[in-house]
């Protein structure tokens, strides 16, 4: 560990027989964290001209999204046209009447299509990229091995990467106290994963082998900007220049255009010129 790693650590903590929720204890998302579901607020959400319309943000989960309707779009799919506006989770957005509608899950990215008899909702980031791919039947393989890996993967991203945020992320970036066991556990589980990552893709263009694919739309907004240091500021912690064939695979599909558009669609920090907050037409992003 690095010295501004390096823990105070709390004392030995003996659980109640009876948990309850102290607000003040979450860190830096205490203010929109809390045990129960349902809406804090009353809210219609926008409908815009296209049949689909995505309520999100340009964090990994929503990046998803965003650069497969783009890459859809580039492929010629018009259906595929959208209106995209922005949730600010910070503010507790997620946690309107309208969004819950789309969401009960509140959590973003979520979906609505309205071009089917009834509108139809579609919420989880790895729902939508499947359902959108069998919709337009592109970027998910048609060969059954290169479906199955393609498969295998998007679901290894679902299940792999609250590790990366919710656990290492949290703990070595946003937790109100640096925890040394807790940071080395997900440490260890993350670079794991970018050694899995990096033994793959040293023998496969893609994650579906030489094929690209949903797959590696769902993996790259997480495991990419973790290795070029978009999120948590921790490549130089966790050694991301030793992953060599996750280095070269981030930066082959970081120059793909619809990656680049994609990235931009939701995004309310950083650059302006980097920054859209919501979409409506192609020329938005022009």
């Known amino acids: ?81 959208y209106d995209a506006y922005t949730i600010n989770i910070g503010e507790g957005e997620q946690f309107s009447s309208g969004f819950i509608e789309i969401n009960p899950n509140s959590k973003i990215p979520a979906l609505m299509d309205r071009s089917t008899p009834e509108p139809t909702r579609v919420f989880e980031s790895g729902a939508i990229l499947l359902y959108l791919a069998e919709k337009f039947g592109a970027l998910i393989p ?24 919710g656990g290492f992320g949290h703990f070595y970036r946003y937790a109100p106290m640096r925890i040394e066991y807790a940071i080395d556990r997900f440490t260890m589980e993350v670079k794991r994963q970018l050694d899995v990552l990096d033994r793959h893709l040293a023998d496969n263009e893609y994650m579906a082998k030489d094929e690209y694919s949903i797959a590696d739309i769902a993996i790259w907004p997480w495991y990419g900007s973790l290795v070029s240091n978009g999120v948590y500021e921790a490549a130089e912690f966790i050694d991301a220049q030793s ?26 920090w950083g650059p302006e010129e980097e920054q859209l907050r919501e979409r409506h037409d192609a020329s938005d992003l022009d």
Request: with cysteine.
């Open 243 to 268: 992953y060599t064939n996750v280095q070269r695979w981030t930066a082959m599909i970081g120059e793909r255009e619809p990656v680049k558009r994609g990235s931009r669609v939701n995004k309310v």
């Open 1 to 81: 560990m690095t010295e501004d790693t390096q823990p105070n650590q709390p004392a030995d903590y003996t659980p109640p027989k009876v948990w309850t929720w102290d607000k003040e204890s979450g860190g830096r998302f205490a203010n929109i964290n809390r045990p129960i579901a349902g809406p804090t607020s009353e809210k219609v959400l926008p409908i815009g001209k296209h049949p689909l319309q995505l309520h999100s943000l340009a964090t990994p989960n929503g990046l998803k999204v965003t650069i497969m309707l783009e890459e859809l779009l580039a492929l010629g799919h018009e259906g595929a046209e």
């Open 142 to 165: 048609t060969d059954p091995s290169k479906r199955a890996e393609c498969y295998s993967w998007l679901f290894w991203q679902m299940g792999s990467a609250p590790y990366l945020g």
